[in-house]
């Protein structure tokens, strides 16, 4: 038994590591968007909850590295969680060490990454107390959830009164989906969420009006970083490409971080790099320290907010573990967070906690086989080979087929047109309101748990 | 490059509409024909171009999806898992749709390469940002060995 789940785990996790760490090498592929599907694929298509949990880790630690590299070496971020890194990269590329900012980003990651496995199941352990009255809550708790997440999001409290609106449009379609199809859905709604700032370009973009709210643009010029050489070692040691000082505050603050699970990784990013930057007086020194920190910073707080809610609660109450993660939480008919007779079944109830530490550690250590000695090594090579030959149009539209099967798997016809409903409202929302996707996730589970109480109470 | 100035939109000619001028993003319209992209979901894009890439890859997603869970599910001896695997064969057409819309549909990036880097320029924007010869001083011993190796260390330094 455990061994069929280390193999299990080893091979999902090399095959999350692969996956993940190209995909992190074309900017711009939003986290949410292209995690949340995979992993539900990987779940939907039955992998063992070993699996499951090593793929995951394995695929978000990769995607962490690699699109470490557009963020350095092309100037563009990566992904939405790189944006807090940019300034700093660019400042270094500047004084001629666009390498120095990737390799400084790349150990501090991996050392966060290390850190913050066993600190954040430790501190899960310490709460599992609470999980038994706090599943008896749920309910309520993703009510409080919502309005949290949604206070501070960009919308503040737009977005919290809009959670009410948007958690009864979800509540209504699932009442039709209920009558047509004998079941509810949730796959389409939370794909609808993901790719909801898409649909709304794609919708806009269509409209003979709105179209002119898009940007114009000639070709983008992307400026690589020239050539200044990464060294030959196959795995550079993470400690010796750190200061020892900056090795201590890049664990310390991963540490620190690593408890927390409802702030997101951007903010803590943010706050993290304030926080150590104003105490750098040397423009070099703080650079390369900010680089390890910050990206050091989103790791932890990306795998705490996926690993403390997964093993003490089970319910998704985090904003990443609500959105990107959320396969692990909530997969039907592979997982649930609304069982019959109440409680959850899922990742949290199928694996102990010393397994969510093993799995945990083995993910991170894969991709630390994998992404980390090849973003060292080939980072300039592989992200000129991206820009030049994967095309925007042909990543749109591969995500959009994607979400048109994945939906059409759920709901058929309907799941697909309720995931385009839910994409263009939320989308909206998430443009116009600044509700960010965070939000509309908690919002779901306001839909599912709290909403049928309503004429009752 | 092959992409090709001259695709068009048809409301190109037409005048602004007063509601949209307090976007910052959007430029004056007198010169489309040099901007003939659109930024959609972060990057630049081809109208046409993306409508045909979107099409292609549903057209060969789904239908891979809903013939193999058609077929699947009267071949296998357990029509339950006609689904999932199904699902994976729809997956592996959509990224097969994308490597065919990759090669229809050049990126629209220009790829420049900086030149090699210039030690006086990144020494003087180094002075700017506040990394001055006294600075480097009161650096440890590891920072100022990284400064020496990237050229960054100040010119008394350099020397020794």
Redesign the interface.
Known sequence: MIVNGLVWAVGMGLLGAVVFAAIGLV??T?ETATLAPITL?VV???TPPAGVLTFFIAGAVSKHMTHAIPTTLLGIPGDTTAVPLLDDAT?LR????PH?ALRKALAGGLLAALIAVPISVGIAALLAPLAGPLKLAAPFVFLVAAVFVGYFSPGRWASVLAIAPFALLVAALNALAGAALGKPLSISFFLGIAIG??VV??LL?TS??G????????????????D?GVGGRWFPNPLTIL???QAVTTAVVAGVTSTTFMLSPVAATVLAGEIVGARI?????RL?TLMAVKNGTTESTYLAETLIPLVAFGLPLSPVAAGPAAALFNAPPVYTVNAPGGGVHNLHSLLQTWQFLVYGLLGVLIAGLVAYPFAMRYARAAS?WA????????????F???I???S??EGGLLGLTISVTIGAVGGLANRVLGMTSGVQFMAYYVAVLSVPLLPAS | MPTTPTSRHGDTAQPRDPGQTHNAALLPDAEPAALPYRIVWNDAVDLRQLTLSIALCVAVGLPAFLVSRAVLSRVLAQPALAGGYALLIGLVGCVLGAAVCARLCPPKRALTEDAEIDRAAALAELERLGGTAAEFAALPRDTRDELRALGLAPAPEARS
Do not use: N, Q
Not at chain 1, 94 to 97: F, K, S, V
Not at chain 1, 281 to 285: F, L, N, V
């Open positions: 900017s711009g939003d694929l939907l298509l039955g400042a500047r004084l001629g060490a120095i700032p898409l370009d794609l973009a003979r009006s179209r002119d709210t898009l940007p114009r643009s000639g070709p983008r010029t992307v400026w690589l970083a020239p200044v200061s020892r000082r007086r040397h423009p070099y020194r390369s000129a820009s030049r030959t994967i095309s925007h149009e042909a990543l749109i539209g591969a959009a087929a994607l048109a099967v994945v059409w798997y």
